[in-house]
């Protein structure tokens, strides 16, 4: 029996060791099948990372004026000097999409750092041929109050800076624009209130900026505080059809909790001083503030809005985020009120198509007005 005994037990050692190295195996299969699988991933997005460096991106979004939106996207951000290893890193984008409402939109924008970031340049250049609803001038006005105009206008702005102390910049402002083809019911009330703007014109500016910036990375900002205020003069004597001044105030926070979370707040004003035209006052709504509003559905010649945005990491290279923003527009800062707020809310997709740089592709999804007012944003870059 002690025979019998010791081989049961040497049997069943054996099978427990066979057993044991089985599931040994089997957590290592497993564990380099889902390492195999990451790596696939990795590799794939690589080559993808390589060819969005090439060629241009395909977008697809959607907004209440314009219909479905139909595009092609180019971004690339790169340093303009192997032998500075200081300055952050330049970018070039642009953009060109129609849409099934006739909506045409050129645009070419750049941000270049120089001289260990002694210099920066923010410039843009765009065309639109645009056909957009305004409800009307001031905060009061309504959806049901939309009129449809259509115009096109070509514009140039650039903000070129210099660095005075750590951080701290001082710049130049300049801007041309030209609004032509102007079409416009002959029952709008623009006629009615004979709202300067409705034969079109020039702007030709020029101002001052200052700038803080603490922010490592402007693409995709981590930690650190944003502040531009500047101020651009458009005087006759410089070619302008309208004499006024614009004034604006950007000031942005961002905090990281955990991890690679992300609170990030802005608070935004404008003012337009003068004769400004229609198409220059304060616009509320657009693809980086309060996201679901028409851009100038709302327009006055003040602006006050605000925005928290929340970003977390959801798996390798995608991320998502939710964000909320409330704001309304003023006829100038001593009409500031508390009443009659607007409100607007989403969420959107991140992914990361610049690994180096962290640079992410953003689909955003607006809302507005309880939902009635909506928005499909594509861009690259946060919206702040």
């Known amino acids: ?7 049961f037990v040497l049997l069943l050692l054996l099978i427990l060791t066979v057993s044991a190295q089985s599931v040994g195996q089997t957590k290592e299969d497993t564990l380099a099948t889902k390492k195999s699988k990451v790596d696939k991933f990795n590799d794939f997005n690589a080559k993808a990372e390589a060819i969005f460096k090439i060629i241009p991106v395909p977008i697809y979004g959607y907004s209440t004026e314009a ?15 192997k032998k500075d290893t200081i300055s952050k890193p330049s970018k070039i984008s642009g953009l060109v999409s129609n849409s099934t409402e006739g909506r045409l939109n050129v645009v070419a924008s750049s941000q270049f750092f120089i001289k260990e970031n002694k210099y920066q340049i923010i410039s843009y250049l765009f065309y639109q041929k645009q056909p957009q609803y305004i409800f009307g001038i001031g905060n009061d006005v309504g959806i049901d109050d939309g009129e449809l105009i259509n115009f096109d206008r070509i514009k140039f ?3 070129n800076l210099m660095l005075v102390k750590k951080d701290l910049y001082i710049g130049i402002p300049i801007e041309f624009a030209n609004y032509w083809n102007m079409q416009i019911p002959s029952e709008s009330f623009l006629y009615e209130q004979n709202v300067l703007g409705i034969d079109g014109g020039y702007d030709v500016g ?14 995709n900002p981590q930690q650190g505080v944003y502040c531009l205020s500047s101020l651009v003069f458009h005087p006759k004597f410089l070619g302008s059809t309208y004499q006024f001044t614009n ?26 001083f003068g004769d400004t035209p229609f198409y220059d006052l304060s616009m509320m ?12 559905g709302y327009r006055d010649k003040a602006l006050v809005d605000s925005q928290l945005e929340y970003r977390a990491p959801i798996w390798n290279i995608f991320g998502l985020a939710g964000f909320i923003g409330t704001g309304r527009v ?18 959107g997709l991140r992914i990361m198509v610049d690994s180096k740089h962290k640079t992410n592709l953003r689909f955003d999804f607006g809302f507005g007005n309880g939902g009635s007012l909506k928005g499909t944003y594509v861009s690259f870059s946060e919206a702040f």
Do not use: C
């Open 67 to 81: 219909g479905s939106i139909y595009g092609l996207a180019k971004n690339n951000v790169f340093s303009l000097s």
């Open 330 to 347: 003023f006829s100038g800062y001593n009409d500031l009120s508390f009443e009659k707020w607007r409100f607007s809310y989403g969420g």
């Open 206 to 219: 020029v101002g001052l900026s200052g700038m803080y910036d603490t922010r490592k990375n402007p693409y």
């Open 1 to 7: 029996m002690n025979q019998n005994y010791n081989q």
């Open 285 to 296: 709504g657009g693809s980086d503030r309060m996201r679901g509003f028409y851009q100038g």
């Open 247 to 272: 004034f604006i105030l950007d000031v942005r926070k961002y905090y990281n909790p955990w991890l690679e979370h992300i609170i990030a707040l802005q608070f935004y004003t404008s003012n337009a």
């Open 157 to 159: 702005y650039s903000n």
